[in-house]
């Protein structure tokens, strides 16, 4: 069965408003309570990228291992630690690698690594929507 996002409305400092993917997803506490996510589907970014608080909501450690550094378009390095989650999308449960940022300013991001292979994603920008259709 497709699971279908929608584009949310938000605004952007440089075009005003403006229509972004989102998704609504949930990941996995080590309580074991499933915790909701909205990332940006980002079929630029490499890793899926959770925001610092989003970690500790779902009781990840600093002492998870190495910390790492991760460079978007602008080249600056964010400090970050790759582990893996337990994740929902639709009824499709999966555990992907993630980079846990350990700054706050970090956009949530849903990214390819570990994801995007094991769906068949369609963007429909006039629709204002995303599929993910399981494979």
Do not use: C, Q
């Not at 079929?43 to 500790?56: E, K």
């Amino acid at each position: 069965m497709n699971i279908e996002f929608k584009y949310r409305k938000m605004e952007s400092t440089i075009v005003g408003t403006i229509e972004r993917p989102l998704a609504d997803i949930f990941v996995k506490s080590k309580d074991g309570d499933w915790i909701e996510f909205h990332p940006f589907i980002d079929s630029g970014a490499d890793i899926t990228l959770l925001p610092y608080s989003f970690g500790i909501m779902l009781d990840l450690s600093k002492e998870l291992g190495d910390i790492k550094e991760l460079k978007g378009v602008r080249g600056i390095g964010l400090p970050v630690i790759i582990t893996r989650v337990k994740m929902r999308i639709g009824e499709v449960e999966l555990e992907p690698r993630v980079a846990w940022a350990l700054i706050e300013e970090a956009p949530p991001l849903l990214g390819r690594l570990d994801i995007f292979d094991k769906f068949n994603i369609t963007f429909r920008e006039k629709e204002g929507k995303i599929i993910f259709e399981p494979i």
